[in-house]
């Protein structure tokens, strides 16, 4: 079992900035890569990025590219979402997820981020 929980969410003003964690805890040695999904109101889930746990590769969503950084702490089990220039379309829950090649695993209780125009 994974255990994950996220912080860093609140509101901002378009173009702003703001970096989620998620600090993992339990079974960490058995993480393939952590991502990063979020889901506006009314909305399915989407993909916004991806980092392998061991070699810190690193994929993100076409839309966040260029604007959205993953970065991790293996010492510490953290993983960041650092987000600038937010845009109101960034609006949403964002959670991380354990993701095991083929399917995510185990996710957190998400945490929100509001951007106004």
């Known amino acids: 079992q994974v255990q994950l929980v996220e912080s860093g969410g609140g509101s901002v003003q378009a173009g702003g900035s703001l970096r989620l964690s998620c600090a993992a805890s339990?079974?960490?040695?058995?993480?393939?890569?952590m991502d990063w999904v979020r889901q506006a109101a009314g909305k399915g889930r989407e993909f916004v990025g991806r980092i392998t746990w061991s070699g810190g590769n690193t994929e993100y969503a076409d839309s966040v590219k260029g604007r959205f950084t993953i970065s991790r702490d293996n010492a510490n089990n953290l993983v960041y979402l650092q987000m600038n220039s937010l845009k109101p379309e960034d609006t949403a829950n964002y959670y991380c997820?354990?993701?095991?090649?083929?399917?995510?695993?185990?996710w957190g209780q998400g945490t929100q981020v509001t951007v106004s125009s």
């Open positions: 339990g079974r960490t040695f058995s993480i393939y890569a």
């Open positions: 997820a354990v993701y095991n090649g083929r399917m995510y695993e185990y």
